[in-house]
């Protein structure tokens, strides 16, 4: 990631500290959506300072995408108990409505993520491509039995459903699509790629 500091690459006091960082940012955002989420607030809430901040997240984008990398993290973690049984068409759906649904039942915070997301320069350009990949990589890892790794059709199925799937979220979360609409979608493109 950027010039911010990477989870894995810390101590734990640290690590901890980032943390903190994160949980300010998404409970502002979940309370107040986008606008809620200002730099010294979330130092204020997270008790450091503000400098501080800034050396983990140089921008509110960089903090609220490496949100939703976290809230990628957490879901797929989480549902690597379900991810057994069923065809690879079952397991790719289970995965993304799990995605769906949490986005859906928290609308502000989702709002704000998937806004930085979108929005994001090139200065945020690994922290996106990484939020990216954990997109992908939970994807992929319901394309096939788990005592293998993904292929790289495993991949290129995942990113093809990985990028309908956040089409449809951001119309989901500007209201012109519902839930059921998202998932009946998503059904559909599953199946069509990965047929045969």
Do not use: C
């Not at 204020?44 to 960089?62: C, D, I, Q």
């Not at 939703?68 to 759906?93: K, P």
């Not at 996106?128 to 994807?139: N, T």
């Amino acid at each position: 990631m950027t010039e911010a500091v990477t989870a894995g690459a810390i101590p734990a006091s640290q690590a901890a500290r980032r943390e903190r960082i994160l949980d300010a940012a998404m409970d502002l955002a979940t309370e107040g959506g986008w606008d809620a989420v200002q730099m010294r607030e979330v130092a204020e809430r997270a008790e450091v300072a503000l400098g501080t901040l800034y050396r983990y997240f140089p921008s509110k984008v960089h903090l609220l995408v490496s949100a939703l990398g976290r809230t990628f993290q957490t879901l797929h973690d989480s549902a690597r108990v379900d991810e057994a049984g069923g065809t690879a068409q079952e397991r790719v759906y289970r995965s993304v409505a799990v995605m769906t649904r949490y986005l859906a039942r928290h609308r502000r915070l989702s709002g704000a993520m998937v806004r930085a997301l979108m929005t994001a320069d090139a200065g945020a350009a690994r922290d996106v491509e990484a939020v990216g990949d954990l997109l992908v990589g939970f994807i992929a890892s319901a394309t096939h039995n788990p005592d293998r790794p993904a292929t790289e059709h495993d991949t290129l199925v995942a990113h093809i459903i990985g990028k309908v799937w956040l089409t449809d979220v951001v119309t989901l979360l500007s209201g012109r699509m519902t839930v059921s609409q998202v998932l009946e979608d998503l059904e559909a493109t599953i199946a069509l790629v990965m047929r045969g």
